[in-house]
Every structure is written in C-alpha cells, then in structure tokens.
C-alpha cells in the first residue's frame, strides 16, 4: 500500500459479487479498518472468496463480524435487485450498490484511503483510491469484502431456494448451471430472474 498520508484514518476495501447469475442481486460489500488495526487482518485469514470453501468463508465472516462488534472495523453491504439490472444494466446497477455502501459507511473522502476489485470505481469525491486488478486475492481489505459480499448474498439466494425449489437456488446461487436452465425451460422466469440475461432462452 505504500505510506500513508496521516490524515488517512480508514481504510475501506471494496468487492461485488453476482456479477453473472441468471438470478438474484449483484451486492457489494464496503469494509473499512483503522489504519492502525490493519494488522488485526493478518489473523483472519481472508482471501478472494471465490477460492475460499463455505466452511472457510463462513469462518472468516465470522471473524469479522466478531471485529465489527469490537468496534475494530466496519462494513456496510448493498444489492441492487434484479428489475433494476434489467433496466439499468449491470454496470449501472453495481454501481448504484457501491455509491450506497459508501453512503452508508459515512466516512469522509479526506479520512478514506480506498481499494477496490478489478474495474470498481468510488465517486470522484473520494480523491484516494485504487483498483487493482484481481484485488480481492491481493489485497486484505478487498478480501474481506469479497467474502462479506459474498457470504451476504448466498444466504439471500438460500432464502429464495426456500420460496422457489424447483430451481435449486441453494446450489446454483443463480448462477447457469445446465440443471438451472433446464428449470427455466421447464418453469418458466420469475421476478428474481434477470430478463436481460435471459433473451433467446424463453
């Protein structure tokens, strides 16, 4: 990271996750630490989520929940459904998550100094920010984000498995798994599902 200026107090990762479901919300996840408890991460274990188990992203977010309830660090999560990815675009709509994950953590821009994942970008105003390319498996603060996202938005996908099992949203997530379009075909699309990502299938 560099040195930091010392007016930085916070540093805030950023991630999103369900950027390709077929189903479901694209969720960022914002989590910011103390500069001075960076270390603190060093214990948690995070890593980009996608080559983390269940159990181990579970454990992890675990971990930092745990942090949060100490006071050591914080992290707001937004996601924006899938009507508004059909008429805003995915693009627009992970952007609409990010600006509300920052809203939310109500940092100012001079305290912040922010990483995010692949092409994220944070409004202008935050003035110190980075992105890095595959940051969640490089960076600690976009890992635990990546793993907060991502965690965050299985358990919404669960949820729906609950209210639709025809379409085994517990293992898929949403994602199109050849048994997910098969139920597609065969239920037919339901509010959650993203008609954008669906032309020529139905």
């Keep these: 990271m560099g040195r930091i200026p010392e ?20 969720t960022v996840c914002a989590f910011a630490i103390l ?20 159990q181990k992203r579970d454990l992890v977010a675990h971990k930092l929940i745990e ?9 707001r999560i937004a996601s924006t459904a899938p ?4 008429e805003k675009g995915l693009t627009k ?4 998550a990010l600006d509300a994950t920052l809203r939310k953590l109500k940092i100012h821009p ?3 100094d922010i990483y995010l994942d692949g092409g994220l ?10 992105t890095i390319i595959k940051g969640d498996g490089k960076v600690p603060v976009i890992s635990c984000a990546s793993v907060l996202a991502k965690v965050h938005r ?25 048994e997910h379009y098969k139920a597609i075909r065969k239920y037919g699309i339901i509010q959650i599902h993203r008609r954008l990502f669906l032309k020529g299938i139905v």
């Design 154 to 178: 299985d358990a919404l996908m669960n949820d729906y498995d609950l209210k639709f099992p025809q379409y085994g949203f517990f293992n898929n997530k949403g994602y199109g798994t050849p």
């Design 83 to 86: 009507e508004v990815i059909d």
């Design 7 to 26: 007016n930085i107090r916070y540093i805030i990762g950023i991630d999103e996750v369900g950027r390709g479901p077929l189903a479901g919300p694209v």
């Design 93 to 96: 709509a992970i952007q609409m």
């Design 67 to 75: 942090l949060s309830k100490e006071g050591r660090c914080v992290y």
């Design 121 to 130: 970008r944070a409004p202008q105003k935050f003035f110190r920010q980075h």
């Design 110 to 112: 001079e305290h912040a």
């Design 35 to 54: 500069h001075d408890d960076l270390k603190l991460l060093e214990k948690v274990g995070a890593k980009d989520s996608k080559v983390l188990s269940e």
